[in-house]
């Protein structure tokens, strides 16, 4: 062997240098280590992917590689190294039908969604499924039973299981039943492809932290260069603590998918800052996700950003770097960011940008005079003297929505301020907000000019609030409904004493507070808005607000009291400020009756570690009703349901979410359908033809749950061992013999999760 030889040379020649020896050695062991991993792949279609790992699912991670397998099932599945079926299992959902084949170097390699087996293989798990009379099983096997060597077929690809299409889902676990990256750890594949970055988030993390003169996370789309690397938009003016997110993806040659980076570095003054890397992982991690994916931007739909930070509470896995937690906190002044994101072919694309840290400054505005067409401002620093550069213009309606950027007609220097015109017609019967930049590239906070003659009166107007929650803390923001001469405060109402807030005037309309800490909300029973204008107004809020924390359990109810959500211990992983809104406006419910009033669960924008006690109280009335359950609203797929409880003494349905969304009661009393069967009623088939029973069966509301309770298919009154796919909603029986020449029939009961029934008879003959 070239390699122990390469040692012996080294070793004699280097008696004298132990160092020398302890680094060639290590070299040669780790060379050893992958040529001991080097796995066949384990289809023959290419090595194309679907999925890679580590990507973010509503789930959580996505824990191995889905194989393409050119959209059908039944190609050849072969064994990765040599050794042996150590597990297999059959169900309706998860893998579906799986194969997990031990190796010699003691990793497990697992096959996912397979049609079926080896005939060995197959014998075996339909051996146990008749003894146990169920499709469902989980069969662990001893080491001799079921050997193969690397190369054999050991299955087949499918579509089993909760599968959105067929493909080969495929996984390399230790020995302590992690999933390990296997195109780093015995897997390869050619990829010349380097990543792609399309944005770029800084997320402030306390009340002293700015981006650009906001206090509001905020995303910059970054530009590619002729060189291939990616570059901030301009020079990003920060201060304080802040963390940084991109939104990026990897691709590989020939396929259209997108797949999750492997690895990313941040450099800052071209010094490694941190990195992260999806290398390992656990199916116990699972929610974690929610804390590697910024998950504010995912709610948010703005998509996945991988946060490239790790606060102190977050839970920690082994994908950042352990020693360093990513947080920038920079001095004043230019600071470099370089950002590579990486394959697991170390392919690298760059991002590249500078920050300039210094707190945003203010200015002052006043209107100089007007002619026929121009009006003039002039706009200078409150304190500093640093002179400004550019300013931005932008125009609001009376009642404080967004109208156009506005092009600066003319400008000119005065010591460290600046006079602008601006075309008269644009800003008439609006209101005016600019924002300076000074020299150094330091941000002002924005400034308002509003023509009086269209405000709204302090007095009388409408103020909405609301409150939103970040990293940073809470933020209360205030919206009058109409643009107001007044100046706007906020404080705290408490038991014994007052808190005043620092707010800030981002928008015409708009007053937003610095970030609060939940714990300053002790205590609390009311926020209060003042108005000051020739005279003070106060408005105050109601406080339905509570704090739970991660060491306790915490009760939050909402204010009418028929909807409660109890946290449990570390339920969420920081102290929050958490309530629930009843909902006006909604999604509409199709094929089911409200019941209650629709609530949306607060604060949304952020993740929960475990999973939340729910229950929502319904009046007498419907007491006498039996298809009565939660529902919580998702996005993609719409009212879904969640498993309740119905305490009818109390009228109270009780379950659990794993995310704060919007829930309500609600009645599903459709049956679920029959849509179509093979064989058909009344239908007539040769017996070597007819081979697989298949029924195509939906739920327009509650849905079936992936189980054996909820179908029962029987032939000729005796139950069958059936299967069920539940994203395509098949079930289906493959004979294994020819069924017996004559009449026979085959009754079909489906249930759907809300109780509702359909049981259909279907009579045909064989012949």
Same mark, same amino acid.
């Given at each position: 062997n070239p390699l122990f030889l390469n040692l012996k040379c080294e070793?004699?020649?280097? /008696?004298?240098?132990?160092?020398?020896?302890?680094?060639?050695? &290590?070299i040669i062991l780790l060379n050893l280590s992958i040529l001991a991993q080097d796995y066949t792949w384990p289809t023959n279609l290419g090595k194309h992917l679907s999925s890679n790992f580590g990507e973010f699912r509503p789930t959580g991670y996505h824990q191995g590689l889905d194989m393409k397998t050119k959209g059908t099932i039944g190609h050849p599945v072969y064994a990765v190294s040599n050794g042996y079926i150590s597990r297999i299992v059959s169900n309706f959902s998860g893998f579906g039908r799986a194969l997990y084949l031990t190796l010699e170097d003691g990793q497990t390699a697992v096959?996912?969604?397979?049609?079926?087996?080896?005939?060995?293989?197959?014998?075996?798990?339909?051996?146990?499924?008749?003894?146990?009379?169920? @499709?469902i099983t989980n069969i662990f096997l001893s080491p001799g039973e079921f050997q193969f060597e690397k190369g054999d077929v050991i299955g087949y690809s499918g579509n089993t299981g909760f599968s959105f299409g067929p493909h080969l889902h495929f996984e390399i676990r230790n020995k302590k039943g992690q999933t390990l990256n296997p195109l780093t750890s015995g897997l390869s594949q050619d990829d010349r492809l380097a990543p792609f970055i399309d944005e770029i988030s800084f997320t402030p993390l306390n009340n002293e932290s700015w981006v650009n003169g906001n206090q509001l996370p905020q995303k910059f789309r970054v530009f590619r260069d002729k060189k291939g690397n990616y570059n901030f938009p301009d020079t990003i003016n920060i201060a304080g603590e802040l963390g940084i997110s991109i939104k990026a993806y990897d691709k590989r040659q020939g396929a259209n998918n997108i797949y999750q980076?492997?690895?990313?570095?941040?450099?800052?003054?071209?010094k490694r800052f941190h990195s992260l890397e999806f290398e390992r992982l656990d199916y116990k991690w699972q929610s974690t996700a929610n804390y590697i994916n910024d998950y504010r931007n995912y709610r948010l739909n703005f998509g996945n950003f991988i946060k490239l930070y790790q606060n102190e509470y977050d839970p920690k896995v082994p994908i950042h770097n352990e020693v360093t937690d990513g947080i920038i906190d920079l001095s004043q002044g230019y600071h470099d960011i370089k950002i590579h994101v990486m394959d697991t072919q170390q392919n690298k694309r760059e991002l590249n940008g500078t920050v300039f840290v210094m707190d945003p400054f203010e200015i002052m505005i006043t209107k100089l005079g007007e002619t026929n067409k121009l009006v003039s401002f002039l706009i200078q620093p409150k304190s500093i003297t640093i002179p400004i550069e550019t300013i931005y213009a932008f125009s609001f309606t009376p009642y404080g929505f967004a109208d156009e950027k506005l092009e600066i007609e003319s400008s000119e220097k005065i010591e460290s301020g600046k006079i602008i015109t601006i075309n008269k017609q644009k800003i008439k019967r609006k209101a005016l907000q600019f924002i300076a930049q000074n020299a150094l590239g330091t941000r002002s906070k924005p400034i308002h000019w509003i023509d009086k003659n269209?405000?709204?009166?302090?007095?009388?107007?409408? !103020?909405?609030?609301?409150?939103?929650?970040?990293? /940073?803390? !809470?933020?209360?923001?205030?919206?009058?409904?109409?643009?107001?001469? /007044?100046?706007?405060?906020?404080?705290?109402?408490?038991?014994?004493? @007052?808190?005043?807030?620092?707010?800030?005037?981002?928008?015409?309309?708009?007053?937003? &507070?610095?970030?609060?800490s939940p714990e300053q909300f002790e205590n609390i029973i009311q926020i209060e808005s003042i108005l000051k204008s020739e005279i003070e107004r106060q408005i105050q809020f109601d406080f339905p607000y509570t704090i739970a924390k991660p060491e306790a359990s915490t009760t939050i109810i909402s204010t009418d009291t028929y909807c409660s959500v109890r946290s449990k211990k570390s339920s969420i992983v920081s102290p929050t400020l958490m309530w629930i809104e009843a909902v006006h406006k909604h999604a509409p419910i199709k094929n089911g009756n409200l019941i209650s009033r629709v609530y949306q669960l607060q604060p949304f924008e952020r993740p929960l570690l475990k999973p939340v006690n729910i229950a929502i109280r319904y009046k007498k009335k419907y007491n006498d009703r039996e298809k009565l359950h939660l529902y919580y609203y998702d996005q993609k797929e719409g009212w879904t349901f969640i498993p309740s409880e119905n305490n009818k003494e109390r009228n109270v349905i009780s379950g659990e979410v794993k995310q704060l969304d919007a829930i309500a009661i609600i009645e599903d009393k459709s049956p679920p359908l029959i849509l179509s069967t093979h064989p058909g009623n009344n239908g007539k088939y040769p017996s070597l033809e007819l081979n697989q029973f298949k029924i195509m069966i939906d739920d327009k509301l509650s849905g079936f749950d992936p189980n054996e309770s909820s179908f029962d298919l029987l032939l000729d009154n005796v139950p069958l061992i059936y299967t069920y796919?539940?994203?395509?909603?098949?079930?289906?029986?493959?004979?294994?013999?020819?069924?017996?020449?004559?009449?026979?029939?085959?009754?079909?009961?489906?249930?759907?999760? /809300?109780?509702?029934?359909?049981?259909?008879?279907?009579?045909? &003959?064989?012949?």
């Open positions: 070793i004699n020649s280097s /008696a004298n240098n132990s160092n020398y020896m302890r680094i060639t050695l &290590s096959y996912g969604h397979l049609s079926k087996f080896t005939p060995r293989l197959e014998d075996r798990l339909i051996e146990q499924q008749e003894k146990d009379q169920t @499709y980076p492997h690895k990313i570095e941040i450099y800052i003054n071209e269209f405000t709204g009166d302090p007095l009388s107007v409408n !103020v909405n609030m609301d409150i939103s929650h970040t990293e /940073a803390g !809470v933020y209360i923001q205030f919206q009058p409904e109409q643009v107001i001469d /007044a100046e706007l405060s906020l404080r705290l109402k408490g038991k014994y004493k @007052y808190t005043n807030i620092p707010i800030n005037q981002i928008q015409p309309s708009v007053y937003l &507070s610095q970030p609060i796919q539940p994203k395509l909603k098949i079930i289906s029986f493959d004979l294994r013999r020819p069924l017996s020449i004559g009449n026979h029939t085959m009754q079909i009961i489906i249930r759907d999760q /809300a109780g509702n029934k359909t049981n259909k008879s279907i009579g045909f &003959s064989v012949y």
